[in-house]
């Protein structure tokens, strides 16, 4: 299962899914790509399809290893991953090295469990208010799924996942 950036930053008010969907498609990817992020429909750790969660690794662009599979993403430990491993966007940039993302930090609105924060998601990812919150993770604790509080104006990283495999 990859797991992929957006190509740019993005605030707390997003069309994600679609901006997941539509990247992937530009970049040639067939299978299906949603955002790594808790909803006001669905949380987290339930993104990925019950099939795939324990069997298939997460991998980057290149195929290189972020984690074991989808289900240890959400063990307890933050998400912690190998910061070796890069996370490249869509069009083939390394988040962690590229300016193009200033603020080394992704969105996910989740618990360390990947369950959705409904006080902290920016109001289901629609707003970009400076008095409303959303739940992130600063990539430099190695961690997807840390737990800082930020206003939803701030422009962060967007990552997605591959939710069905396709072979």
Request: with cysteine; net charge positive; charged share 15%.
């Amino acid at each position: 299962l990859h797991l992929v950036a957006l190509n740019s930053p993005f605030s707390g008010d997003m069309r994600a899914d679609f901006q997941c969907f539509q990247q992937a498609q530009q970049a040639g990817l067939t299978s299906t790509y949603r955002a790594f992020l808790s909803s006001h429909l669905q949380d987290l750790a339930t993104v990925v399809r019950k099939t795939d969660r324990y069997h298939l690794p997460v991998v980057n662009l290149k195929g290189e290893t972020l984690f074991h599979n989808w289900e240890s993403i959400f063990n307890g430990n933050g998400g912690q991953f190998n910061t070796h491993v890069p996370i490249y966007s869509f069009d083939g940039r390394n988040i962690m090295t590229d300016p193009s993302w200033p603020q080394k930090v992704i969105w996910h609105g989740s618990t360390p469990n990947g369950i959705r924060l409904v006080s902290n998601y920016c109001e289901a990812w629609h707003t970009a208010g400076m008095g409303a919150v959303g739940q992130a993770s600063p990539l430099k604790t190695g961690k997807l799924l840390d737990q800082k509080v930020f206003s939803c104006s701030n422009k962060f990283i967007v990552l997605c996942i591959e939710n069905s495999f396709v072979s």
